[in-house]
Structure formats: C-alpha cells, structure tokens
C-alpha cells in the first residue's frame, strides 16, 4: 500500500474515531461485562461472587419470569399490529395533495417527539377513574368509564391505548415510502379497470412492504423494551398486571441490587428478540416485494441453473442461419 493510501485511510480512521470510541465504550464494553455478570451474584456493595449458570437456572423456575414475559407478549402482539394498522391509514390520509397538509403531517408527528415521562403524566390525567378526561367524555354518553389504571382488568389495555399515542414517527417512514412508490404502476392499473381499494392493496401495499419491513422489527424492537409508562403510572401494577419484562429487570438491578440476575435477565431479552428478528428475516421473502422482485424471487434464483447444451456447460445452443 502506498503512503498515499496510508495517509487516506489514517484520516478516515480519524475521523471515525469518535465514534469507534463511542461504540467501544459505551456499547461493546457494557456488553460484555454484563455478559460477566450474568454468571455472578453481585450486589454492587460487596465484590461480584462467580455463580456460573445458577442465575440462568433460577430464571426458568421464576414466576415473575413468566408473568413478566406474558404481559409483555400480550403488549407486543396488540400493539404492534395496531400501531402498523394506524400508522399505514394515517400516511394514506396524509399523503394527498391537500391545502395545508403540511400542518397535519407536523401534528401528528409531534407526539412522537415528547418525553416518555411527560407523556405518561399526561395519560395519567386521561384515565383517572374520577375527573380524567377519558371517563369524562364516556359519562356525557351515559357510560360508567371503568378504574383504568387501577384495575387489573383493565391496567394493561390502557398502556395499549396509550402506545397508539406515538403512531406519528412511524406514519412519517409511511408517508416516505408512499411517496416512492411509482404513479406509473398507479395509472396502468386504473386503465386495467382496477379500483381504487384494489389498486391499493395490489399495487401500494406490495411496493410498501419493505417500509412495513422495516417498521415491524422496529416496533417488535421497541415493544419488548417497554418501561417507562409501566414504571411512572402503574409501577408494574395492580398485581403484576403490568409487570413488563424490561421493568421487572429494572427491579432486580436497582431496586433488589441483584446486578447479576438482573444481566443474566437482559441476556435472556436479546436471546428473544434475536429469535424473533431471525424468523422475520427468513420468512420476509415470502411477503416483501423490493422494486423489480417478487418475495420469492431469491429462492428462485438459487433454484435456476442455466441450460446445457452441446457446445458446453452455460453456453446457449448454435443457430444455424443461411
């Protein structure tokens, strides 16, 4: 390599230092030492304690473990498709050539910019059983609104409401991606006599699914690491109705002081996620279609093979011509 090219690549590296810094300190790092501990029974106040794979057993035979794990689940599976559903008709709406729609796309995207807390201070006020704005609305309808947040029944469905609150951030990747998709595919269907509900679903929908791709792993992402609405209006309550799984973790670290169970935990987490990621990834080529391909378009490819023929191996057969 010459030092020309030395030179180039010492001033790249230089200025991605920051970053490679960044990343080492402040993500490889604490990665690895909470895999460390995760074999430990460490209180932070006395030196960590080698427990090798007691924690990982004391996992599979805790309830909270499981109570944790369920809510959890229950919140991803009604959250995620919900907030897909609304999202997607949202940028529908906001994708049409309106005075003024400019607005209406700030609007909704500005609660998804507001801090958790806030946030869940002001849905605190929305279902308050007594004066919250909820319940108040429902009785001008002669409708009894039920204890929202203090009711088991009911604890968990209100932190589903309130995750539709934030619908704006993905509609804006929506938005992006109905405005991507070509008008020529538009215009040919509508001479082929397709209706605007079938032009929608066989045409948009299709085109969009890479953005619902990318937008589902976010989500599932984000569902799974759900904390600060549980651990600001419930607590993980009533009776560990809404004891997410990330706040049940919280608990044991810095509540409990069991930093090591409380690792061994977070590893469990990513086990989870990654699995799930996974099965995404291999079954996206059966429903998402990418510009010029189909779903199964890559499976095809591998099951091609170019013909044989007498001149050898990949080469097409002779044409005689006079």
């Not at 970053?19 to 690895?32: K, Q, S, V, Y």
Request: aromatic share 14%.
């Amino acid at each position: 390599m010459s030092a020309f090219y030395r030179k180039r690549s010492l001033t790249g590296y230089l200025f991605i230092s920051p970053w490679l810094i960044g990343l080492a300190c402040f993500t490889l790092f604490p990665l690895l030492y909470s895999f460390g501990l995760s074999f430990t029974d460490w209180n932070i106040l006395e030196p960590a304690k080698f427990v090798g794979l007691d924690n990982f057993d004391k996992l599979a035979h805790d309830p909270n473990v499981r109570d944790s794990l369920k809510v959890t689940a229950i919140y991803v599976v009604c959250s995620v498709p919900l907030g897909t559903v609304l999202s997607i008709l949202l940028a529908v709406l906001l994708n049409q050539n309106v005075k003024g729609m400019r607005i209406f796309r700030t609007l909704f995207y500005l609660p998804s910019v507001v801090s958790g807390v806030a946030v869940s201070m002001l849905w605190i006020w929305i279902f308050e059983s007594n004066y919250g704005l909820l319940n108040t609305v429902l009785s001008w309808f002669g409708v009894k609104g039920p204890h929202w947040l203090t009711d088991s029944s009911t604890a968990l469905l209100s932190i589903i409401i309130m995750s539709l609150w934030g619908v704006g951030g993905s509609m804006v990747i929506y938005l992006a991606g109905l405005q991507s998709v070509p008008r020529s595919l538009h215009e040919a269907a509508e001479l082929d006599g397709a209706s605007r509900v079938r032009r929608f679903w066989s045409v948009t929908v299709p085109m969009l699914s890479p953005t619902v791709f990318f937008n589902l792993i976010m989500g599932l992402i984000g569902s799974f690491q759900v904390f600060t609405q549980a651990l600001v209006m419930t607590g993980g309550g009533p009776g560990n109705a809404t004891l997410f799984y990330v706040l049940y973790l919280y608990q044991n670290a810095f509540q409990f002081f069991k930093m090591g169970y409380a690792s061994a935990l977070g590893w469990l987490l990513f086990v989870i996620i990654l699995v799930l990621i996974l099965v995404l990834f291999q079954t996206s080529n059966r429903w998402v279609y990418y510009e010029g391909e189909g779903p199964a378009t890559s499976r095809s490819k591998r099951r091609t093979r170019r013909p044989r023929s007498e001149g050898g191996a990949g080469r097409a057969p002779h044409s005689h011509t006079r």
